[in-house]
């Protein structure tokens, strides 16, 4: 990353009418501006969903589409 940057990728779930979804963010540090920006790789599902009981399967879905 440019800047001297971090990034970080951790799953964020937000409850929209009683229902959780889940998303995969990036969050990524800027050291010149000192900040984070976040953005959003991918819907990960609702909490029923199965790809959120299979972490390692996200893991390697994710690190194939958006890390090689």
């Known amino acids: ?4 940057g971090v990034i970080i990728a951790y799953i964020r779930t937000k409850k929209i009418k ?10 990524k ?13 991918e819907y990960l ?3 029923s969903d ?8 996200i893991k390697s879905n994710i690190c194939s589409k958006h890390y090689d």
Do not use: F, I
């Open 50 to 57: 199965c790809r959120l009981r299979h972490p390692q399967t």
């Open 45 to 47: 599902g609702s909490g």
């Open 18 to 27: 009683g229902k959780k979804y889940a998303y995969l963010v990036e969050s």
């Open 1 to 4: 990353m440019q800047n001297g």
């Open 29 to 41: 540090w800027d050291k010149e501006k000192k900040t984070s920006k976040q953005k959003v790789l």
